[in-house]
C-alpha cells in the first residue's frame, strides 16, 4: 500500500509532518540536538534496528534537515549534523517537550528546561518574534490565510475562524 504524502499540500503543517511526522525522525533529530553525529551513537541511544535508521538518518539527510559529512577515511565513515533547517526544529522539540511533561508524565519530569544562570527551571513559550508578546490564539491572535492559499485553505480557516467568532473558543477547547 503506498502511503499518502502531504508534499503537494498548502498546509505547513501537513508539509512539516511530512518531512519530520515518524516518530524515529522526532528523536533523530532530539538526540541531534543532544550531540550525537554517529551512525552507532543514533543506534546505541535510540535502540533501532540499524536498517530502520539508514532510512531515517537518509530521508532526513534528503529533506535537508541533516547534513552527512566523512569523518575517517579508511574506513569511510560518516557523521550526521543539523543544517540550519534541522537547527529551525529546535522549537517544536522544546514545545513537545512541555507538553509531554504537562500531560504524559504522571510520575514527574524526566527532563526539563533550566536557565545556567539562575538555575530555574523554565517553560517555553510561544511569542511574536517583533513584539516579543506571547501568542494568545483565539483571543488576540488567529490563524488567517496567506496570500497563496488556495481556496480548500481558505475554507477552512474561514470555517476555523467563524466557530472561534461564536463560541470565543479555539476548536480544540470548544468540545
Known amino acids: 500500500m503506498q502511503r499518502k504524502t502531504f508534499r503537494n499540500l498548502q498546509c505547513p503543517i501537513a508539509r512539516s509532518l511530512e518531512r519530520v511526522g515518524e516518530w524515529w525522525s522526532i528523536l533523530i533529530l ?27 538518518l537518509n ?12 569523518y575517517s577515511e579508511r574506513p569511510p565513515r560518516y557523521e550526521y549534523v543539523l543544517t540550519e533547517c534541522g537547527r529551525d526544529f529546535r522549537p517544536v522539540l522544546l514545545a ?15 527532563v526539563q528546561i533550566e536557565d545556567r544562570e539562575t538555575g530555574k527551571i523554565v517553560e517555553p513559550l510561544l511569542v511574536d518574534a517583533e513584539s516579543r508578546e ?20 481558505r475554507e477552512r480557516l474561514s470555517s476555523a475562524a467563524s466557530h472561534m467568532s ?4 479555539t476548536p480544540a477547547t470548544s468540545a
Open 59 to 70: 530521508g532526513l539527510v534528503e529533506e535537508g534537515l541533516l547534513e552527512k559529512r566523512q
Open 134 to 153: 506571547p501568542l494568545q490564539m483565539g483571543k488576540r491572535h488567529v490563524v488567517r490565510p496567506g496570500p497563496a492559499a488556495d481556496e480548500r485553505t
Open 96 to 110: 513537545l517537550l512541555a507538553w509531554g511533561n504537562r500531560n504524559f508524565a504522571p510520575e514527574g519530569r524526566s
Open 30 to 56: 532530539r538526540d541531534a540536538f543532544y550531540g550525537t553525529k554517529r551512525f552507532d551513537e543514533f543506534q546505541r541511544s535510540l535502540d533501532i534496528a540499524p536498517n530502520m535508521l539508514t532510512r531515517r
Open 166 to 169: 461564536v463560541t470565543g473558543k
